[in-house]
């Protein structure tokens, strides 16, 4: 089992900046795909980043590239998304997602078999 605990929401201004932090534990496996998902009030969990294992691969939705930015640091377990140049559209609840097996997985919740409980981001316009 993984146990992932996210960290970083909060209130920000539109323009304004946030760093999400994911904090795994239990049975870890150092390079697993991770990935940050979001869901907004009354919608589907949307993808947004993910990486892969060695943190040498990368990819993100569209309606982010260029303002977010993920990264991992796998000494500490750890993921991060930083987020930048915030809109209210951006406004959910972002959720860390973990494979236990694989290096690389893709954009789809179904990869994906360890969740955090999520953390509220709000940005106001």
């Given amino acids: 089992q993984v146990q992932l605990v996210e960290s ?3 209130l920000v201004q539109a323009g304004g900046s946030l760093r999400l932090s994911c904090a795994a534990s239990g049975r870890t496996a150092t390079y697993y795909a ?6 907004a009030s009354g919608k589907e969990h949307d993808f ?6 060695g943190g040498g691969s990368t990819d993100y939705a569209d309606s ?15 993921v991060y998304l930083q987020m930048n140049s915030l809109k209210p ?18 954009r789809s919740r179904s ?15």
Wanted: hydrophobic share 40%; aromatic share 12%.
């Fill in 8 to 10: 970083g929401g909060g």
């Fill in 34 to 39: 991770a990935a940050w998902f979001r869901q």
């Fill in 48 to 53: 947004v980043a993910r990486i892969s294992g």
């Fill in 64 to 78: 982010v590239k260029g303002r977010f930015t993920v990264s991992r640091d796998n000494a500490k377990n750890m």
């Fill in 89 to 106: 559209e951006d406004t959910a609840v972002y959720y860390c997602a973990a494979n236990g097996l694989l290096g690389v997985a893709g």
């Fill in 111 to 125: 990869a994906y078999d360890y969740w955090g409980q999520g953390t509220q981001v709000t940005v106001s316009s």
